[in-house]
């Protein structure tokens, strides 16, 4: 499962359907950084100074990681500039998102109103377990951050403004973990400085 597809699992109003971003960015922003940290987690995103490079050599197989890979092309980019196109050229990625999770089977896709599909649909969930594995994993990153995708579930988590319902003593050490990724950009982890890249730009919206 994608981080970013974990995080709508975190974000999502079980019973109700709905998915609410309770940070201040906007669900497009939110959701094309996410991918954007997909993408360093698989080795394809480097930073190169203040700048991140794409491998796209070989496309990816999932599909909104290969439309991102297409979008961000192959030239140096501006951490800024990247998601400005990830967040323009991948367009609503909170129903896609959830649509893909729903042909999974993760979630219900229900039509708002029965007799009036273009109203939409609420996505209740199905799976109780993968939300909570995703939670568990939260918790456990906030305790204890060891690898790149530990780092990236804060961040995001952050942006979103999940970390305030964590219990006092992780939400603090989640916070702790944040600061050293803030101050990671001579780490010798790659993809740990384009991480640490993604967060100024997220924290400069």
């Known amino acids: 499962m994608l981080l970013t597809e974990r995080l709508v699992l975190l974000l999502l109003d079980p019973h109700r359907g709905t998915m609410q971003v309770q940070g201040a960015l906007a669900a497009q922003t939110l959701f094309a950084a996410a991918l954007l940290a997909d993408l360093t987690l698989a080795g394809r995103l480097q930073a ?26 192959t030239s140096a980019l501006p951490p800024q500039r990247a998601l400005r196109l990830a967040r323009r050229k991948l367009p609503q990625l909170r129903c ?86 803030d101050s990671t950009s001579a780490n010798p982890v790659p993809e740990m400085r384009a991480l640490a890249l993604l967060r100024r730009v997220l924290l400069d919206q």
């Open 96 to 181: 896609r998102l959830l649509d893909g999770l729903a042909r999974r089977d993760l979630l219900h896709r229900v039509p708002r109103i029965k007799w009036l599909p273009r109203a939409g649909h609420r996505y209740p969930l199905r799976s109780q377990q993968a939300r909570d594995e995703v939670a568990a994993d939260l918790l456990r990153a906030a305790n204890v951050s060891e690898a790149p995708s530990d780092y990236a579930l804060l961040l995001l988590a952050d942006t979103a403004g999940l970390l305030k319902g964590l219990p006092p003593a992780a939400h603090g050490a989640a916070y702790a973990a944040l600061g050293v990724l």
């Open 48 to 73: 190169i100074g203040a700048e991140w490079h794409q491998d796209s050599v070989l496309p990816l197989a999932h599909p909104l990681l290969a439309e991102l890979q297409r979008a961000l092309g």
